[in-house]
């Protein structure tokens, strides 16, 4: 099999001219995305540019700690960005966010470190744990956040009946359960549908690197079960995390709804 292709300064380039495509949409539909695409592209270069300087100086130095700090900012950004991204906002939600990305990211990616990879030389191997917990940071943050939004839609659309089943006794979680059900269902649709079709509609971005870099297909394709499970487990521990997280913070010990809490962002 043939070694994977180093590419120039100059084919990437190339490749950039790709993105007038989305320049000439925008233009021809009046989209006016045209500034907006300028700027995610200098940002799409300059950030993982910036992260290729990073990497390469967390693997040359190799240090447990310097993968922890790595590790520890990326999951930061997640719980933030994941909050941000919700349309309705209420006190507390950037910690339960971030709180829920933490537990469950760190947790299912030890245990693929730990229990999975059993032949990896130590347990912070920069080589595996970093991109691991970004791929399962990157999928979960989208359903944690997807969770976040449908539960607090939900809840302002669904007041007058989560507060008549309160008057008539119900718990909060017995009102809230109908959108606990609907949060935790919508956060997980991406992640059910790209296991869908995984493999016979699209080839994830990992197995292809690997297949390109000159790696056995075989094995590249057990690298994105492993993959595929666990950004699952983790998306699915996410979203039941933040969604009772911020059921419980919307509901007092009394079972009232705090509806006030709920704002729109920017109010």
């Known amino acids: 099999m043939s070694p994977y292709i180093e590419l120039t300064n100059l084919e990437v380039c190339l490749a950039a001219v790709l993105i007038v495509i989305n320049g000439v949409v925008s233009i021809v539909l009046r989209l006016r995305l045209e500034k907006t695409l300028a700027i995610a592209s200098v940002r799409t270069v300059v950030q993982l ?31 933030f960005s994941a909050a941000d991204r919700s349309k309705r906002k209420f006190p507390g939600i950037r910690l339960i966010a971030i709180t829920s990305v933490w537990s ?10 730990l229990f999975v990879f059993q032949d990896l030389p130590k347990w912070y191997e920069p080589q595996y744990a970093i991109p691991l917990l970004g791929m399962v940071l ?5 359903g944690i956040s997807v969770g976040l939004s449908t539960l607090t839609e939900t809840l302002v659309r669904s ?15 017995e009102a809230a359960g109908e959108p606990i059900r609907e949060a935790v269902g919508t956060g997980m649709i991406p992640i059910v549908n ?12 990992m197995m292809t690197g690997q297949v390109i870099s000159g790696m056995d297909p075989a094995q590249a394709v057990r690298y994105q079960i492993v993959i ?18 911020s059921v419980r913070r919307l509901f007092d010990a009394n079972h009232r709804f705090k509806f006030e809490l709920i704002r729109t962002a920017g109010s």
Do not use: K
Not at 104 to 113: D, Q, S
Not at 228 to 245: N, P, Q, R
């Open 194 to 205: 790209s296991m869908m079709v995984v493999g016979v509609v699209s080839l994830p971005g």
């Open 159 to 173: 007041r007058g009946q989560v507060e008549t089943l309160i008057a008539l006794g119900a718990t909060r979680w």
């Open 104 to 113: 469950c990211a760190w947790i299912l990616t030890g245990y693929v470190l």
């Open 228 to 245: 595929m499970f666990l950004i699952a487990g983790a998306t699915a521990l996410g979203t039941v995390s933040v969604v009772l997280l």
């Open 49 to 79: 540019s910036l992260v290729g300087v990073v990497l390469s100086w967390v693997f040359r130095v190799d240090r447990w700690y310097v993968v922890l700090a790595i590790a520890a900012a990326m999951t930061l950004i997640a719980g």
């Open 138 to 142: 990157g999928n979960t943050l989208n």
